[in-house]
Nanobody, 124 residues
Framework: QLQLVESGGGLVQAGGSLRLSCAAS????????MGWLRQAPGKEREFVAA????????YYADCVHGRITISRDNATNTVLLQMNSLNVPDTPVYYC?????????????????WGPGTPVTVSS
């Protein structure tokens, strides 16, 4: 059973940067396509970024494209989310997720494993 734990969230001023990290254990990490999704209070969880098992392809939501970079290191079982030029709408809880058997996914329903989430707060 794959386990995921996020870290790196916190408080940042608008225009600042954060790097989120997700550590995986309990499975063969390179088998999984990975993604980051986020959820604000009272809203549905939304897709942010995804990366294929090899790291060869990445996908981004339009609202973060150009500001956020997803990457992975299969040697250390880690997936990163570098976030730059953060705005107040980027505030929600960020979740790391893994999907098995798929090239990549932008849909929360297609992810099989989830971390507990790490909160990000962007102050204006």
């Amino acid at each position: 059973q794959l386990q995921l734990v996020e870290s790196g969230g916190g408080l940042v001023q608008a225009g600042g940067s954060l790097r989120l990290s997700c550590a995986a254990s309990g499975g063969t990490f390179s088998r999984y396509a990975m993604g980051w999704l986020r959820q604000a209070p009272g809203k549905e969880r939304e897709f942010v970024a995804a990366i294929t098992w090899s790291g060869g392809s990445t996908y981004y939501a339009d609202c973060v494209h150009g500001r956020i970079t997803i990457s992975r290191d299969n040697a250390t079982n880690t997936v990163l989310l570098q976030m730059n030029s953060l705005n107040v709408p980027d505030t929600p809880v960020y979740y790391c997720a893994a999907t098995v058997g798929r090239f990549a996914s932008t849909k929360q329903g297609e992810y099989d494993y989830w971390g507990p989430g790490t909160p990000v707060t962007v102050s204006s």
